[in-house]
């Protein structure tokens, strides 16, 4: 990798775009990036190595406010070390938490959709009968609209 990139070679890099990257600058989660002299930003690998960081967190859904924290606590320093870490135990709780909760989720939907192929396996096997609840409407006719026996009586004038 390249020492120095321009905002472009991040975005494609991180897929971010470069709008988004200097909105991260702005709101604080990227220190001032180096610039050149005529004012382009020029990233550093330290740049990079902290995106990808700010990239891991994204993908954890953590809020911005969080990351905006966890980063001003970075730029402070070693000494905030313990209360950086106590805001990532915090954080990977909430993940876990939530992991637990899809696979759950997962588990509820798995076994729905094997109630759902049992459902259809035993309908290939039963003689062949209108499902129960169903009712037969020939294609091209809306089940909404009068069968033709109906649309004849319909046509015919009133005496």
Same mark, same amino acid.
């Given at each position: 990798?390249?020492?120095?990139?321009?905002?472009?070679?991040?975005? *494609? @890099?991180? $897929? /971010?775009? %470069?709008?988004?990257? !200097?909105?991260? *600058? @702005?709101? $604080? /989660?990227? %220190?001032?990036?180096? !610039?050149?002299?005529?004012?382009?930003?020029?990233? %550093?690998?330290?740049?990079?190595?902290?995106?990808?960081?700010?990239?891991?967190?994204?993908?954890?859904?953590?809020?911005?406010?969080?990351?905006?924290?966890?980063?001003?606590?970075?730029?402070?320093?070693?000494?905030?070390?313990?209360?950086?870490?106590?805001?990532?135990?915090?954080?990977?709780?909430?993940?876990?938490?939530?992991?637990?909760?899809?696979?759950?989720?997962?588990?509820?939907?798995?076994?729905?959709?094997?109630?759902?192929?049992?459902?259809?396996?035993?309908?290939?096997?039963?003689?062949?009968?209108?499902?129960?609840?169903?009712?037969?409407?020939?294609?091209?006719?809306?089940?909404?609209?009068?069968?033709?026996?109906?649309?004849?009586?319909?046509?015919?004038?009133?005496?």
């Amino acid at each position: 990798m390249a020492s120095i990139l321009t905002i472009a070679e991040v975005a *494609e @890099r991180t $897929g /971010l775009t %470069a709008h988004t990257l !200097r909105y991260y *600058e @702005r709101a $604080g /989660l990227i %220190a001032p990036v180096a !610039r050149a002299p005529g004012g382009q930003r020029r990233y %550093a690998a330290s740049d990079m190595e902290w995106i990808g960081f700010l990239l891991r967190l994204r993908e954890t859904q953590m809020p911005i406010g969080q990351m905006q924290v966890f980063a001003r606590l970075r730029s402070e320093g070693n000494t905030t070390a313990p209360e950086r870490r106590e805001l990532l135990e915090h954080h990977l709780a909430q993940v876990l938490a939530t992991i637990t909760a899809m696979q759950q989720a997962a588990q509820a939907l798995q076994a729905k959709i094997a109630h759902y192929r049992d459902l259809e396996a035993s309908l290939r096997h039963t003689p062949s009968s209108p499902r129960q609840g169903s009712t037969h409407v020939p294609r091209n006719q809306s089940p909404l609209s009068p069968g033709p026996r109906q649309a004849a009586r319909n046509r015919r004038p009133r005496r």
